[in-house]
């Protein structure tokens, strides 16, 4: 009689316990904003914690500013009014307490650094509007495209848009900036290589824009190629804009944004294929000079001292001594 109670007292103990997460899990569901204090900025971060039919917790984190959306939350926890969330892929953490239905009070730990992040229940999540960005019906035609750089065997592929009825038309192809960019150069949800391509090719200049190496449909790796490497990319896409019947081959040009501004040039000087050139905030400077002054107001920003950035300076300068004498 004994052991039956026991196991009746026990059953009864797990049914509460596990009735009172579950209450816990549900308390905590929705919508979660709070901006972050940055050196010289504020970031919002956004959770959206949904209850699984199972009764676990699951959860996504959108970072608007950043053009981040719905990156998976690898790990979402509730234990009495402390909740944790774990985003694997960024490395980051969130620890946090309910302080009531309304309000989550904890701190944000991403790469060594702990930033208090207060989060508020909110109905609707932040969207950004990019009004700038092109809409359908467009009154010219678009392409999806691909072809191939022979000399370093690997498949790029991108949009060319052109004007209707199109005759022998100028083109231009669209070069990105430095780092890992899609066709649409996409940063923070701005899309300016789709603008600028819609306004061209609504003034009757047909437009190439491209995935760099190892991004949306093209292949190789950008963290293994060199401004040297782009320019053969370059070269590829003026070769098969020669085989398109609407493109005048020798009205070809290049339009270079930043990094693009240099790799530009480099192109022009291995083709005579190349018309002209539109450098957009391309470097005025040698690289080196341009990387000092990143790092100085970089770490200004920090909020590290002028000694610091001195010492930093010193630093770069020792390694890049090394790089050219290899």
Same mark, same amino acid.
């Given at each position: ?11 009864? !103990? ?106 508020? *229940? ?85 437009? !190439? ?25 370059? !070269? ?7 085989? *398109? ?50 790092? *100085? ?30």
């Amino acid at each position: 009689m004994k052991n039956l109670l026991n196991l009746v007292f026990l059953f009864f !103990l797990l049914h509460f316990q596990s009735a009172a997460q579950e209450n816990s899990n549900q308390k905590c569901t929705g919508n979660w904003s709070g901006e972050m204090e940055l050196p010289g900025s504020k970031l919002e971060l956004i959770f959206k914690i949904s209850l699984e039919e199972n009764g676990e917790l699951s959860a996504k984190m959108d970072v608007p500013a950043q053009g981040a959306r719905d990156l998976p939350v690898s790990k979402a926890e509730v234990k009495a009014d402390s909740i944790f969330l774990h985003v694997a892929m960024i490395a980051g953490r969130f620890s946090g307490e309910m302080l009531n239905d309304t309000t989550i009070a904890g701190t944000w730990s991403q790469s060594g650094l702990n930033f208090p992040l207060t989060l508020k *229940r909110t109905v609707k999540v932040t969207e950004l509007k990019r009004p700038q960005t092109p809409q359908p019906p467009f009154p010219y035609i678009e392409e999806e495209v691909s072809y191939k750089n022979t000399k370093a065997g690997i498949q790029l592929a991108g949009t060319l848009t052109f004007p209707k009825n199109a005759e022998s038309c100028p083109a231009v192809i669209l070069i990105s900036g430095s780092g890992a960019q899609d066709r649409d150069e996409t940063i923070f949800e701005h899309k300016p290589f789709w603008v600028i391509a819609d306004y061209l090719t609504r003034n009757g200049i047909a437009v !190439l824009r491209v995935d760099d190496r190892g991004v949306g449909g093209s292949g190789g790796n950008v963290n293994d190629a060199t401004s040297e490497d782009f320019a053969g990319d370059v !070269l590829a896409g003026i070769e098969f804009l020669k085989t *398109r019947k609407e493109i005048n081959p020798s009205r070809i040009g290049l339009i270079g944004h930043s990094e693009g501004g240099l790799v530009a040039p480099i192109a022009a000087n291995r083709t005579n294929s190349i018309a002209f050139i539109v450098m957009l905030a391309g470097p005025g400077i040698p690289g080196e000079q341009i990387l000092y002054e990143q790092g *100085r107001l970089i770490g200004l920003a920090s909020g590290m001292t002028e000694e610091q950035v001195e010492q930093n300076r010193k630093t770069q300068e020792a390694i890049f001594n090394i790089i050219k004498t290899e």
